[in-house]
């Protein structure tokens, strides 16, 4: 099948990748021109373990391309895929600018039927937006052409998300039209060969699908988050407690690990969404808003401990930082909890040396030019060298080369023998023993 992704960030560009990747003929289209350069060079501008390569590879085959014109991408496909982004207004709701301008100018370019896909997360009523919005274009064209919206949400987690695309749990297909329905059978079919994964669905229920899913995510890590605080006051290690409750198998493990608060491009901005959403229909959403509300709390919670141990005025302190990206297998920085921290250390006169083994240049792009030129963050290029004459280090972001360290070295580069873990990485008998001070997420210190 010919297909048109707009849009070529995270969820864009491996859509579109992994539908070629499947033998269909994909255009991808971005509004950043200098992003369609680069992609058509070969050079992705993202980190996504496996990704590169298949761009590369389906490049070269031709059944994947680069471009900012929507236009010449709709000449020759019949399903459109929106994937802009859809980050929050001030308000918390959904800002749906990129969306209704895509879909206005698909109604610009439609020229025969079409499948208008939402990948885009976005509130319960969007594909109605959108279905206005094409069809506003084609009346001021004076033509009549059939066309669906069908919501197709996108599940996939950065950092593992070629698998979860090509392997995945579920794949939900919103629509009232059997034509669409069909279509989108046909496209997925390849993903659903051992099994069938689709859930068909009305389109609201799809949109719905989606914020549900990551508010439930979130309220799980909140959860444990508030557990987590509890137990630190109460002389608790939450660490067993976790292992305690997860081995039911109606709670289960995933998701119930503390820590120092979500990040990224999704949790955050989603649970704001559905709130807003709930709010705009008049209905009370007491428990997504303690979810935020926690998540808020606890993204401060390591500069909290910092505080308690060294002092409200942190000047004349340095603080070596482990991990910057929200999670590991990332390079993306949005809503980082490591951000946070960053800002708490530098506002309280700390000096910060971090490092993380992949989010690096998107620190440098991204994080404040004045940190650098006043010399209050330092990036470094091994986590070792992060930690020469620290105060203490802070581990933000659980990457696999941090979980076993080597105390020992640590312990001779360090000024004093501090660690505050804030993803429970460490044991902390290991720790003590090895001369260190240990502080972590809910756990006896
Ligand atoms: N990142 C994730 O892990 C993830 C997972 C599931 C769902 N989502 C959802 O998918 C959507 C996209 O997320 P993302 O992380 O890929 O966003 P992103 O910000 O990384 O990428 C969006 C891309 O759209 C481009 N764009 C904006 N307006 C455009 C236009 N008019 N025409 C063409 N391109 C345009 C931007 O230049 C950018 O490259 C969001 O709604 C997000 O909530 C994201």
Redesign the pocket.
């Known amino acids: 099948m010919n297909l048109t992704v ?9 859509t579109g990748t992994c539908f070629a990747e499947m033998g269909n003929t994909v255009t991808c ?4 021109p200098a ?1 369609v350069a680069q992609l058509g060079q070969g050079q992705i ?2 980190f996504e373990p496996g990704l590169d390569a298949m761009v590369k590879n389906n490049s070269k085959d031709g059944r994947l391309r680069f471009t ?1 014109s ?1 236009a010449e991408a709709m000449a020759d496909s019949q399903i459109y895929f929106i ?5 929050s207004n001030g308000d918390g709701s ?1 800002d749906l600018r ?2 209704l ?2 879909a206005r ?1 698909i109604g610009r370019h439609l020229n025969a039927y079409g499948v208008v896909v939402d ?4 509130p319960v009523g969007t594909a109605e937006k959108v279905r206005e919005a094409i069809q506003g274009e084609l009346q001021s064209r004076g033509v009549n052409i059939d066309f669906d919206v069908v919501s197709n ?6 950092g593992a ?1 070629i698998d979860d695309f090509m392997r995945p749990d579920r794949i939900i297909v919103g629509s009232d039209s059997d034509r669409a329905r069909e279509i989108m059978r046909q496209l997925y079919a390849p993903f659903n060969m051992n099994r069938d994964r689709t859930l068909y669905m009305g389109v609201r229920d799809a949109e719905m699908t ?1 914020y549900a899913a ?1 508010a439930m995510l979130a309220t799980k890590i909140s959860f444990i988050n508030e557990i987590a605080g509890l137990c630190d006051r109460l002389d608790v290690d939450v660490e067993n407690v976790r292992l305690g409750i997860g081995s039911d198998a109606r709670i289960g493990y995933s998701f119930i690990y503390p820590g120092c608060g979500y990040g ?3 949790f955050p ?2 649970v704001k969404a559905i709130i807003h959403l709930a709010e705009s229909c008049r209905f009370e959403p007491r428990l997504l808003r303690s979810v935020e509300e926690r998540n808020q709390a606890q993204r401060r919670v390591l500069c909290q401990k910092v505080r308690e141990r060294f002092g409200d005025d942190l000047s004349g302190l340095t603080f070596g930082v482990w991990g910057l990206a929200f999670k590991p297998g ?1 390079d ?1 920085l ?1 809503e980082a909890p490591a951000v946070v921290l960053l800002h708490e250390l530098i506002g309280a006169g700390a000096k910060v040396r971090a490092y993380d083994p992949v989010a690096m240049d998107a620190a440098r792009r991204q994080l404040p030019a004045a940190w650098f030129d006043n010399g209050d963050l330092v990036l470094c290029e091994h986590q070792y060298h992060a930690l020469q004459d620290v105060d203490a280090m802070i581990l933000v972001t659980e990457w696999k080369p941090f979980r076993t360290p080597d105390f020992h070295a640590m312990r001779k580069l360090m000024k004093q023998p501090v660690i505050f873990d804030g993803r429970n990485q460490y044991e902390p008998q290991t720790v003590k023993q090895a001369g260190f001070e240990y502080q972590g997420i809910g756990r006896k210190s």
């Open positions: 707009i849009g070529t960030g995270y969820v864009g560009l491996v289209v971005d509004t950043d992003k501008p993202i900012t929507l994937a802009v982004g859809t980050p959904a990129q969306v301008a895509v100018e990948k885009s997360t976005v949400p996108e599940f996939l987690k950065e998300a989606k990551n990224g491009s999704c901005k989603d990332t993306d949005r």
